[in-house]
């Protein structure tokens, strides 16, 4: 590449190095951005003190806010889902800071909002609206009509909750609210049966194209012929309506046809068999995952250090957390592995070994652990570093293993397996791993993963067998029997 454009490897590695020396600058910069807003963090308030923190750092607010890193910083955000929730000062500082920041606020800059104010984006955006378009809620109705019955005066309320422009905007919608409508008739409840609902299901998994639910309509309506239209179709959206949780290999997949297509979305749709709408919504919320700021539990945290501490790539630490894209995975490694190199210099490692490992040097660390930071209080592996003079990833991976907690990955099953294989017993193979495996948790790691080996998946055939079977007996027998009667009927499978 460097002979094509005719630019010296030289040249190329000092490129190389400028954009490294910003990035560790952007880290550095990160950091201290967070500690500075923890420092200025006011109890009473409830938010940090973001002009002390642009006084130090001399750059914009905006800018700080935005190097902020939510997973380093020990202040939780506030959850206040309701407007009940805000004190007068809250939303009055809300009002005034996205009015002088921003001019039309997009997704990014709630996401600073958010910061800014130490409250969940959410209910920031929420609470804007409200001020923005006052209506009564059900919950403002509740705890106006508390005040009302304790006898506080109207204006008293107005400053409370300082949502409307006037006192008589707020008195006239308290009067006129409503929470429900009496008037409309009520729909007539049918109580679906197992069976019945097993029908539907057979129907819909037929007969139903994303989008259009009309011919499983017209078979429900042969099937059930008692059955008002309305209520086949509520019991049809029902059904239809449990959209399945989205998953790093559905965002995947959609990211690959994106590339392909561009933003095709009936296309897209066709390519992974399900609505435009839904595909659309897998891209949004990946595009959210990369913008939104990360936060991370001490668990994950913990679990990704180990990663670190094991090697793992990216894809594995994904699904052993189970709660983080590949992309955030990889993202929050390259920062840790940056901060732990800062903090990690001259200190001993400790990786377990069966034949040299101690436990008075495990106690020692259990100890200062219980005795420092006591549930429910997330555990703070570089101050354990620095007492124990030990790497801080190999802290975290030790107190895990401590705790008889273990990552089950391929590379460790496989290990198992062999040693199984060799005659060894399951209490000596979890000596082998951990200082306090218990020998049933291997036992469990180990035939659970045989089994997963052993299955096989039924054939056509088969599905077939047992489909015409619950056709059957579907309209007189309940689905728990469907299942007896299906296993008596074909025991080979």
Not at 106 to 129: I, P, R
Not at 258 to 263: C, F, I, L, P, R
Not at 275 to 299: L, N, V
Not at 343 to 360: C, E, V
Request: proline share 3%; hydrophobic share 35%.
């Amino acid at each position: 590449m460097t002979k094509r454009f005719e630019i010296s490897q030289e040249s190329m590695e000092q490129a190389l190095a400028a954009d490294d020396a910003r990035l560790q600058k952007k880290i550095e910069q990160s950091i201290r951005v967070t500690q500075l807003a923890d420092q200025s963090y006011n109890e009473e308030h409830g938010r940090c003190d973001w002009d002390s923190v642009v006084r130090d750092m001399d750059i914009p607010l905006v800018e700080c806010l935005q190097l902020f890193d939510a997973s380093l910083s020990t202040v939780s955000a506030r959850s206040l889902p309701n407007v009940t929730n805000w004190a007068a000062d809250d939303l009055s500082t809300l009002k005034s800071f996205v009015t002088e920041q921003f001019g039309a606020v997009t997704a990014d800059d709630w996401l600073l909002v958010g910061v800014y104010m130490n409250v969940e984006q959410k209910d920031c955006f929420m609470a804007h609206s409200m001020c923005s378009f006052p209506q009564m809620s059900a919950v403002l109705h509740e705890a106006i009509t508390q005040h009302r019955n304790a006898n506080m005066e109207w204006k008293d309320i107005f400053e409370k909750y300082p949502i409307f422009s006037r006192i008589g905007g707020l008195r006239n919608a308290y009067y006129q609210f409503k929470e429900f409508d009496d008037s409309k008739p009520k729909a007539i409840h049918i109580e679906w049966t197992d069976a019945d609902t097993c029908r539907i299901q057979e129907l819909v998994q037929t007969y139903y194209k994303p989008g259009n639910k009309r011919e499983v309509l017209i078979q429900a309506q042969k099937a059930f012929p008692d059955i008002s239209q309305e209520s086949i179709l509520g019991k049809i959206k029902q059904i239809t309506s449990k959209v399945p949780d989205i998953t790093s290999d559905d965002i995947d997949r959609v990211k690959k046809l994106v590339y392909a297509y561009g933003k095709d979305w009936a296309r897209i749709g066709q390519e992974i068999n399900d609505t435009p709408r839904r595909a659309e919504r897998i891209w949004t919320q990946h595009r959210e995952q990369q913008k939104a700021p990360q936060t991370w539990s001490e668990d994950e945290l913990n679990t990704l250090r180990r990663c670190i501490h094991d090697g793992v790539e990216m894809a594995e630490a994904s699904r052993l957390i189970g709660t983080k894209t590949r992309d955030a995975c990889n993202a929050k490694m390259l920062l840790l592995k940056s901060t732990a190199n800062q903090f990690n210099d001259g200190k001993a490692r400790w990786i377990y070994n069966p034949d040299d490992f101690s436990w008075n040097m495990a106690d020692r660390m259990t100890s200062f652990i219980k005795d420092n930071y006591p549930k429910p209080l997330p555990v703070n592996y570089t101050a354990v570093s620095n007492y124990m003079w030990i790497d801080m990833g190999d802290c975290a991976q030790m107190a895990s293993l401590l705790r008889g907690e273990m990552s089950w990955t391929a590379e460790t099953l496989a290990r198992v397996e062999k040693l199984r294989a060799q005659g060894m017993k399951f209490v000596d193979i979890g000596k082998q791993l951990s200082p306090a495996l218990s020998a049933q948790k291997v036992s469990n790691a180990y035939h659970n993963n045989m089994q997963s080996k052993a299955h096989t998946s039924l054939s056509d055939d088969e599905k077939q067998q047992a489909k015409d079977i619950m056709n059957m007996h579907a309209e007189q027998m309940p689905f728990t029997e469907l299942r007896k009667l299906v296993a008596q009927k074909l025991p080979h499978l």
